[in-house]
């Protein structure tokens, strides 16, 4: 079958490289895709929210699915508009409805899904620029840190963990009046801070059935000690070691199928990802985030674990026979390092030749922001490369990352050499 996969990023390129060794899976075409995925796949010049132009290529080009890499078009309702047009109807898509994407377009509506459906949260209360003086107060009944989450879609980057009671009214009101960070933050939720260990919790859905895929934990700080800016992330290791089958229990029964059993309750179809974003608080599972996607740069270690065909899985979704699958896990760790360029997250150059991709052996390099010009692999974003790569224990796979890093090369070449750090 031809099938459609949008995004650009090292999730999208992890995606292809595992669609591409199906035998379902006929032609490939990316959109808009990068330089990595432009050796596997048929990339195609259409953003990923332009529906009219992906309508008319699904039509020419008679693609059989639609899988979705990012957020931005589940939440602008690409699943709606593929089943609300009679030439499109037929073409299954992988990602939620629209209302099923405000989980993440919302923090609100997610929080209010949690809290209806008795799914352990974080307490929390949402302001807008006229209640600002009233989140000051509330501010005032929490003890420190405190927790500001921008409402809407703000990159990965409208989280911010204050320890100062001033400093936090301060940032309410850039957020909420100075629109710090656009139209995401014209609603804030602040949120009681949570003391413990992150991990994220990755499930496939077609809306009654579900699997667990491997954990993941990611390493979200531009610092070393996870100290700065936050990223989109700098690396990630699969499985999380400290994650036992006890604690996974009461993942699955607290969290996973009450999630599923209430998108069927509130008759939200969903069909794709649900990435639990979770804080482990002295052994117990509380949901800090939902995403409606696939994380990245654990992608780039949750894919690479899975035995099982993606396109057979992608198929079972759509046809709501996800329950007759079998996944198949590789027992290794994967690791990922993220190369990124320099100055990311503030101010970045584009257009670096990257050099030494072909030096590179036993890792996999996942490209994230790169494109081809005139014939060299170049940067084209803060997240450049994702190096991943396996191990019998997430510090030999880690070993093994590094040690290709030192084969690639671009100018103001940054990445973290820290990556696990607080798992050993």
């Not at 059989?64 to 499109?88: S, T």
């Not at 804080?279 to 780039?300: F, H, L």
């Not at 005139?374 to 450049?384: A, C, F, I, K, Y």
């Amino acid at each position: 079958m031809n099938i459609l996969l949008l995004g650009s990023g090292g999730r999208e390129h992890a995606f292809a490289w595992k669609m591409v060794q199906s035998p379902l899976c006929d032609t490939l075409f990316m959109a808009p895709g990068n330089a990595g995925t432009d050796a596997i796949a048929t990339n195609v010049a259409i953003a990923v929210t332009d529906f009219e132009a992906i309508k008319a290529l699904v039509i020419k080009e008679n693609i059989e699915m639609v899988v979705v890499g990012p957020e931005d078009p589940l939440v602008k309702g690409i699943y709606d508009f593929f089943l609300n047009d009679a030439q499109l109807s037929h073409v299954p898509v992988i990602g939620p409805s629209k209302i099923g994407a405000q989980l993440e377009g919302s923090k609100e509506f997610a929080k209010e899904f949690l809290v209806k459906h008795k799914i352990p949260t974080a307490a929390y209360d949402s302001f807008t620029a006229e209640t600002v003086e009233k989140g000051c107060d509330f501010l005032e009944t929490l003890q420190p840190p405190y927790v500001l989450k921008a409402d809407g879609l703000a990159a990965g980057k409208g989280v911010l963990i204050i320890h100062d009671l001033a400093e936090a009214k301060e940032e309410l009101r850039n957020m909420l009046v100075g629109q710090k960070f656009g139209a995401a933050s014209s609603k804030v939720v602040i949120e009681e801070f949570l003391d413990g260990i992150e991990l994220s919790c990755f499930v496939l859905t077609d809306g009654k059935s579900y699997k667990i895929l491997p954990t993941a934990k990611d390493y979200k700080r531009i610092g070393e000690g996870d100290a700065g800016l936050n990223t989109g992330g700098m690396g990630a290791v699969s499985p999380v070691p400290y994650v036992d089958e006890v604690l996974m229990e009461k993942i699955e029964t607290r969290i996973v199928k009450p999630t599923i059993e209430g998108f069927q309750k509130d008759g939200i179809p969903y069909k794709g990802f649900v990435f639990i974003g979770l804080i482990n608080v002295k052994n117990e599972p509380i949901v800090i985030e939902y995403n409606v996607r696939m994380g990245d740069p654990e992608t780039e270690v949750v894919i690479p674990r899975l035995k099982t065909d993606l396109v057979e899985l992608f198929l079972a979704v759509a046809t709501e026979k996800l329950d007759k699958i079998e996944l198949e896990i590789d027992e290794r760790s994967a690791t990922t390092v993220m190369l990124v360029s320099g100055g990311y997250p503030e101010d970045f150059e584009k257009g670096k030749v990257i050099s030494g991709l072909e030096n590179v052996n036993n890792s996999i390099v996942f490209h994230a922001g790169t494109k081809l010009d005139n014939g060299s692999v170049v940067t084209n974003g803060g997240r450049v490369l994702a190096i991943t790569s396996y191990g019998d224990s997430f510090q030999e796979a880690l070993a093994q990352s590094y040690q290709n890093i030192e084969a690639i090369h671009f100018d103001n070449v940054y990445f973290r050499k820290d990556i696990g750090f607080d798992l050993v």
